[in-house]
């Protein structure tokens, strides 16, 4: 069945009106009609089992029939600050962080950023990431879209309140002692959140580099090959995920696919 996300279902609600783009989709693109069933997920990540009732005034209504648990989430929760990008490979990250489980995307301002969204832009700007989000998370099957906030200056990103059993990584071309994969697996196992920082095109200048290492996040490699931005995120998702994340099987799961002799 079709999957489809509606803002927020309350406990014992028995109908729900999906509007606007969602809606759209469903009477104007899938052609779908009353009697049709599909599968509703909310921002608390709850699933949900309904039939249309009725499509009108461009409204769906939905009879709620059943519902089900949220999918698992990861383990570990990666947030990834990254310097703007352009708008397509912006858009490629929060589809690729979401697939791979990541929970929040924070754009910042840097020194050599390229792209700037005006001040009167910017509202749509997250409207649009939204709406990719929501949609990654329908295609992938986690539990609730990826968050995506407004860009902060740098400043502002380092003045966030950052936990302090968080692991604060910053990925750095120029740095040759840490690479990512040793940092990972020497941190201790009650460590379960992530937060990584990715620079633009042109990398970091030395003092902004500096001003991480007093924020306590620490210089990694992902070795000799310049990435681009887009690249560098989600890989350093990918990363974690397979060090200290879901990205694998667990043991459960192995345990039904018996080694051969």
């Not at 309904?50 to 929760?77: C, F, N, W």
């Not at 929970?103 to 020194?111: A, G, L, R």
């Amino acid at each position: 069945m079709r999957i489809f996300y509606v803002e927020d279902i309350k406990h014992g609600q028995k109908r729900c009106i999906i509007s606007g783009s969602e809606a759209r989709h469903i009477w104007k693109v899938l052609r779908m009609r009353a009697g049709n069933k599909l599968l509703l997920m909310d921002q608390h990540g709850n699933r949900y089992k309904g039939v249309i009732e009725d499509i009108k005034h461009s409204k769906v209504y939905v009879l709620i029939k059943e519902k089900y648990p949220p999918p698992s989430s990861s383990p570990v929760h990666i947030t990834i600050c990254i310097s703007l990008i352009r708008r397509e490979p912006m858009d490629f990250v929060i589809q690729k962080a979401s697939e791979l489980g990541a929970e929040v995307i924070q754009p910042f301002y840097s020194t050599r950023s390229i792209v700037r969204i005006a001040e009167d832009k910017i509202e749509q700007r997250l409207r649009h990431w939204k709406e990719v989000a929501i949609n990654a998370a329908k295609q992938c099957g986690r539990a609730t879209p990826i968050q995506v906030f407004a860009p902060l200056f740098l400043k502002e990103l380092l003045a966030q309140d950052w936990e302090k059993d968080s692991l604060r990584l910053f990925l750095w071309e120029q740095e040759k002692r840490n690479s990512i994969k040793e940092v990972l697996r020497r941190a201790e196992e009650k460590v379960n959140k992530i937060v990584g920082i990715i620079g633009p095109e042109g990398g970091f200048t030395y003092e902004e580099t500096e001003l991480f290492k007093e924020k306590g996040f620490i210089p990694v490699s992902m070795g000799k090959r310049i990435l681009r931005a887009e690249t560098a995120a989600i890989t350093f998702v990918a990363l974690c995920q397979y060090e200290r994340g879901d990205l694998g099987l667990s043991d459960n799961m192995k345990a039904s696919f018996p080694m051969r002799p």
